[in-house]
């Protein structure tokens, strides 16, 4: 990630700042609400399709609209999870719904959802399954909209379709691959949310996060010091038999000049 080495001008301050905090903003909020950003916010340090008094003004408003548009996404779809809800008899026909959905398209059904009607039942990641089947369906019916519009357009006489019905396809056509590419990122988090929220990687993060436990930056400055302390004291072999040798023989004589001889000890009980 790239990050910003120079502070903004005073003039392109507030209004970079701003999309920036609108980004942040998003970004946060999308992850309390449960949803997942495809990335981390980019601080890019130049170099855009902006010209140069503009450029970070440019950067952080393409950040704040990428990450509105994914919060965007997903508040829709916690929206369309409750609709579908709000009775049993109505949370039935999404499950027929699901199931029709499924035997049309041949997906995969490791992917399909386990649904609960109480949304405090159901697993994270059949709530991602669910998800993963809201997005796919809103991409049939964009396609669906393309292919009636080339449909209508291949219709017309040949003088009738203009350089501008032309574009309006290509147009169709690229944010039907921006979609597909969206639902291909969708899938691809799902061994990642089934990862997350296994027991043992849940203990595991529990663990981590022990108030008792040093950070991080901790352990390695330990690491460090210990590091240095075992090269700076580093001595040969020969050394280190010199110095024990040395160490006993002065341990030996202070203990004998402690001991009483034998003569001595004679002479008291004599006495």
Not at 11 to 16: E, V
Not at 17 to 24: F, G, V
Not at 99 to 128: R, Y
Not at 160 to 168: E, I, L, S
Request: glycine letters at 4%; one cysteine or more.
């Amino acid at each position: 990630m790239l990050i910003v080495s120079t502070l903004p001008s005073p003039d392109h301050q507030p209004s970079s700042m701003q999309n920036l905090a609108t980004a942040e903003h998003a970004y946060n909020t999308l992850i309390s609400l449960g949803g997942r950003p495809t990335r981390e916010i980019e601080h890019d340090c130049g170099g855009s399709s902006c010209d140069a008094e503009n450029w970070l003004d440019c950067h952080y408003s393409g950040e704040a609209a990428c990450f509105n548009g994914e919060l965007e996404k997903w508040v829709l779809f916690r929206d369309y999870q409750r609709l579908g809800r709000k009775d049993p008899p109505t949370f039935a026909q999404v499950q027929k719904y699901i199931d029709a959905f499924w035997k049309k398209h041949g997906i995969d059904n490791d992917l399909k959802p386990s649904l609960q009607i109480d949304l405090e039942m159901q697993t994270k990641v059949d709530e991602w399954k669910e998800f993963y089947f809201y997005q796919y369906r809103n991409r049939e019916r964009k396609k669906q909209e393309v292919y009636k519009a080339r449909q209508q357009a291949e219709s017309l006489p040949t003088g009738d379709f203009t350089r501008a019905g032309k574009r309006w396809i290509e147009i169709a056509n690229t944010d039907l691959k921006r979609w597909d590419d969206w639902l291909s990122w969708v899938v691809h988090q799902l061994p990642t949310v089934t990862l997350e929220h296994t027991p043992l990687f849940s203990s595991s993060r529990k663990a981590m996060s022990r108030p008792n436990r040093p950070r991080r930056s901790e352990r390695l400055i330990s690491r460090r010091n210990t590091a240095c302390a075992v090269n700076n004291s580093k001595i040969s072999k020969a050394q280190a038999d010199s110095r024990f040798s040395r160490t006993s023989t002065r341990l030996r004589s202070s203990t004998a000049r402690k001991q009483p001889s034998k003569t001595s000890t004679r002479r008291k009980l004599m006495r």
